[in-house]
Every structure is written in C-alpha cells, then in structure tokens.
C-alpha cells in the first residue's frame, strides 16, 4: 500500500484528526463496544489494564516444532547461539517479549498498546497479553509489565535490543515511572538468525524464517504495516472486532520466537541438523567463541561434508584450517591443505585455482618443521598460479611480491643460488 493510499485510507476512518479516543457514553448502543470475556481487567496504581492469558500443553505444534520442547533442550547450550549473554539458570527464568505499536519509530508518538509474552512452566507454555484499551490507561499497562517481568531474569526477543526494549524504556520516561529491571541477559534471536541464515535466505525477517525454517504458515495473517490502523480504528469506532487479529498475530510471533530458538538450538547442538555449509560455519564460530571446542569442530566438519561448489569448498576449508592452526592443531590444518591441494590440482581451473593451501603448507614446512625443501616446492607451485591469475587479469602483480621474498628465503636456506624475478 502506497503512502497516498494508506492517508486516503486514515482519512477515510477519521484518524488524520487528533480526536481522540471515544469515551464509553459514546460507544453505547454499537454492539460490538465490549472487549472480548477473555480478558481480566488488572488494576495497579495507574489505573486498569486488560489481561489474557493462554495456555499451550506440551504436544501444541506450532510449524514443525511443539514449543514446549525447549525444556528438553539443555539451558546451558544457550551460549552455542549468543555466546556473549550468561544462560538462565532454568528455562523458567526466560520471558519471550513481543510488542505491537502505533509506529515503526521509538519516538514520542509511538507507543506499544499490546504487550505479549510467554514463558515456559513446568511442560506448558505459557502467553500473556496486556492490552491497553484507552491511551489514558498506559501507566496501568507499563506497571503490570513491568511487575509480571520482574519475575524473570532473562529476556528474550527478536529485534529487541533495538526496538522493543528502546520503545518502553521511552515510555516509562515519558510517564515518570520507575524503568524495567535490568536483565541479567537479553538474549536477542535476530543476531544469531541472521548469523545463520543471512547467506541462505534472501530475508532473516520472522516471516521469512517462519517460512523457510519452522514450518509455520499463517492463513489469514494481518500484515504488520495495518496494526497501528486498525487500532486507531479501535479507538474511533470502537470495536474491537478489527483487533481480533492483531491478537493473534501477536500470539503466532510469541509461538514463533520460542519454536525459533528451539530451531536454532537443535541445529547448534547438532551438526548433523544444519542443512548448508553457511550455517555450520556460523555456528561453528558460535561455538568457538562460547568455548566448546568438540562442537566446534563437528560443525566444521559438517560444513566441509555439505560444501560441494568449489567455492564452498576453499571456503570451508579456509575457515576449518586456520581455526585449528590457531589451537597448533598442526595434523587437521595439514589434512585440510592437503585435501584443497588435491582438489585444486585435480579440478578443472588448475593452475587459476586459490594458491592458499600452498602458501600456508610452504608456511608450516619452514616454521614448523624446517623442511625448507618442501617449502621451497609449494611455494614454487603457488608462484605459479599467482602469475597465471595476473595473466587472467585475476590478480594484482603485487600478489607476487611476498611469493618471491619467500622464495628468494628458502633458496638461500638450501644453498640455491637466486635471483630477482619479474612480476610477468
């Protein structure tokens, strides 16, 4: 929907005026004026705010994956994705958030009227939403958000970091009322997604990753762009009939970011799981960082199986080789350099292919075992390729310069009289 059309659009229901919110004496008699009996009103020092709760039991689907699971997932592998938050204790101690807002912005005219989150309880999952049916109540509705998160510890969102968390801290500014508690972790799922999946997926947006990776399919959806119209209609009109699915699209993204961080998990835990060389090389870095070595490496072997283009290949390898060269562990490097060495020579682009396992084999000859010979060997090789490349036009005449001071090295080391070569 255009710009003109979506002002054509508010125009059409009276929102471009600022008349604010009807008052009850002025909904009476529409029929649809009521909210709907699953809501529990909540009252707190700042007034009255609206209530549902829900429950889902164990064998719920949401996609291809039962939400209540992530209790069976160990809580402490939670650092395999975000490898910078401390883990919860127990799952229990996590809180999924997700708004829905009158904007896109975090500024003054934005502010959340839905609250959502869920959280897991023994083998249930647990939804809430606060609702605020009047601007007027907004205190009461960051009060009750702000008391029903202070039982956990642990967050987590999807773009949080950037948008949700901002948003209500502005808000509780704007109303002088104490800020939310700080978190002992807030663990963000769209940096570990796009880690993952950026490369494979043409959108790491919830959608996108609804449909490409969790299975869920949403029939009858409300696009995010008309939640803030049809709550104004709400507050025009007031019914509430145009909210019912704002609702439920607030339930589905909750569903959706549990069931994302179970998918996520799976695969971290999991090399065999991941489907893409990209993925085992993002989690692999995860896991590294995280400091679990043993599945650092299966995600790194996993990602050299999956690779079948050569570029995958001299990329996994690339990745694989030098993360054990950084540990000295000198037999996988050797096996891996080996192995794009044998590839390179027996594919097709021969002489034109990436010269890297050579240098680093030329590296490890001279550094790690004084064989200067077989030094002296890969480098010549390398020497070789670097000038068919220049030849191509692939690479800078500058690329041989190092090549030929290493040569020049090892050449004096063995005794062999040398002289300076031409870039040509």
């Known amino acids: 929907m255009s710009i003109r059309d979506r002002l054509d659009r508010l125009a ?17 008699g529409e029929g649809e004026g009521e909210l709907p009996d699953y809501f529990t009103p ?21 996609g291809s994956f039962r939400p209540a699971r992530l209790c069976r997932s160990a809580v402490e ?18 809180v999924f958030v997700d708004l829905e807002t009158t904007g896109l912005s975090t500024g003054a005219g934005t502010y959340a009227f839905l609250v959502g989150m869920c959280y897991l309880a023994d083998d249930r999952v647990v939804l809430e939403q606060f609702f605020m049916a009047d601007p007027a109540d907004e ?6 958000v702000a008391d029903r998160l202070a039982r956990f510890n642990h967050l987590s969102t999807f773009n949080g970091k950037r948008f949700d968390l901002p948003l209500l801290s502005h808000r509780y500014l704007m109303h002088r009322l104490p800020q939310l ?7 963000d799922l769209l940096h ?12 790491c947006a919830l959608a996108s990753l609804e449909t490409n990776c969790l299975g869920v399919r949403r029939d009858g959806d409300v696009p995010g762009s008309e939640v803030p119209e049809r709550y104004f209609l709400y507050l025009h009109e007031g019914r509430f009939s145009p909210l019912e699915a704002v609702m439920q699209h607030n339930v589905c993204d909750l569903l959706s970011c549990i069931t994302l961080l179970q998918c996520m998990l799976q695969r971290a835990q999991t090399a065999e799981s991941c489907h ?58 050797l096996r891996i350099w080996r192995q794009m060495v044998q590839r390179s020579e027996n594919s097709r682009w021969g002489e034109l292919a990436d010269p890297f396992a050579h240098v680093e084999l ?18 010549e090789r390398a020497i070789v390729m670097v000038r068919r490349a220049v030849q191509a036009g692939l690479k800078s005449p500058d690329a041989l310069d190092d090549l030929h001071h290493r040569r020049n090295r090892l050449q004096r080391r063995l005794g062999i009289p040398s002289a300076d070569s031409p870039h040509a």
């Not at 508690?181 to 663990?187: L, T």
Request: hydrophobic residues 35%; charged residues 30%; glycine residues 6%.
């Open 12 to 28: 059409q229901y009276g929102m471009l005026q600022s008349a604010g919110p009807r008052t009850g004496t002025e909904r009476e």
């Open 42 to 62: 909540v009252s707190n020092e700042g007034g009255t705010t609206q209530l549902r709760r829900m429950e889902f039991s164990p064998d719920h689907r949401h």
């Open 77 to 94: 592998d939670l650092p395999l994705l975000l490898p910078d938050e401390q883990p919860p204790e127990t799952w229990s101690d996590l």
């Open 139 to 144: 205190p009461a509705l960051l009060t009750a």
């Open 181 to 187: 508690r700080s978190f002992a972790g807030h663990h």
């Open 192 to 203: 570990p997604a796009r880690a993952v999946w950026r490369e494979t997926l043409s959108s």
């Open 276 to 333: 893409h060389p990209t993925e085992n090389l993002a989690l692999a870095r995860r896991a590294d960082r995280a400091g679990d070595e043993e599945r650092a490496r299966n995600h790194f072997e996993r990602a050299l199986q999956l690779a079948s283009s050569r570029g995958g290949f001299e990329r996994a390898a690339r990745a694989a080789s030098l993360w054990h060269k950084r540990a000295r562990r000198w037999d996988d490097a």
């Open 362 to 379: 030329a590296k490890y000859f001279e550094h790690q075992t004084h064989r200067f010979d077989l030094a002296l060997r890969y480098t």
